[in-house]
């Protein structure tokens, strides 16, 4: 879906990217993650179209984004951080206007405009005031109107930015449904644990630069070298700590009650032969499954270290 090639880009003699290069593919959650200033911002609105590169290449669906502006528009979505809202207008008016810049029109407007407003949970705020909705509520507007020509690739700076826990919790909920509907999205986001549990992929940038890419469990090993399991067993856990003691890979553990999480070096097949140690030696393991790596840790030992 998305193709990004050596791309760089500077204002002054300030350098924002340094040779970007990533790909996407069809139907991911990508998770954007950087420092203030390392490049994120200036990435998503070249990939938008919005902002022009030095050098590079980018490609969205096989469409040039750098040389074919025009037929990119109909492809991405584009939710800045920082946006604005017509306060004068209803929600439901909001996401009409926006639908007749696309020559969609009359009934058909309407239509798609309570849709969009269904999707985002704010069907029941259709003929409210703009300037009456809470952030959270103005945040998913802004969504509903990044997808009213219905693309392919939805591209969101800071989506939850000054959301409350709940209002977070329903735009997780929202691009979720939107992956399951075929929509690609690239995300921004400084609530680091809360881009773990949605995102298939996540790419940490600094200083104009891709770091560190991967799932989160591959960019954690590769930060600290060791992945964490958690173990659940039945009975005998005083035993299975024992076996996994005596486990070169293991490197740490720590237990509650019945339950383990081993930290160890490697990945599935160090976790599979880890699991088949256990069972061969009668312990009666009832769960086992990849522990969800701390992404600001990782996030900050990766940073650091490439300073």
Known sequence: ?????????????????????????????????????????????????????????????????????????????????????????????YLEFYASIYGILGDEARELAMDLLELVNLKDKWDANVDGLSRGMKQRLCLARCLVHNPELLILDEPASGMDPRARYEMKGILKNLREMGKTIIVSSHILSELGEICTRIGIIKNGSIVCEGTVEEVTLMASGTAPINITVMEDADKAISILREIPEVKEMSVDENKITASIVGGDKEARDLLKTLVSKDIPVISFSRAAGNLEEVFIQITEENK
């Open 1 to 93: 879906m998305l193709v990004i090639k050596n791309l760089e880009k500077s204002y002054g003699n300030f350098k924002a990217l340094n040779g970007v290069n990533l790909e996407i593919k069809k139907g991911e959650i990508f998770g954007f993650i950087g420092p203030n200033g390392a490049g994120k911002s200036t990435t998503m609105k070249i990939i938008s179209g919005l902002l022009s590169a030095d050098s590079g290449e980018v490609y969205v669906d096989g469409i040039d984004a750098i040389k074919d502006n025009k037929a990119l528009k109909d492809k991405i979505g584009y939710m800045p951080d920082f946006f604005g809202v017509y306060d004068n207008l209803k929600a439901i008016e």
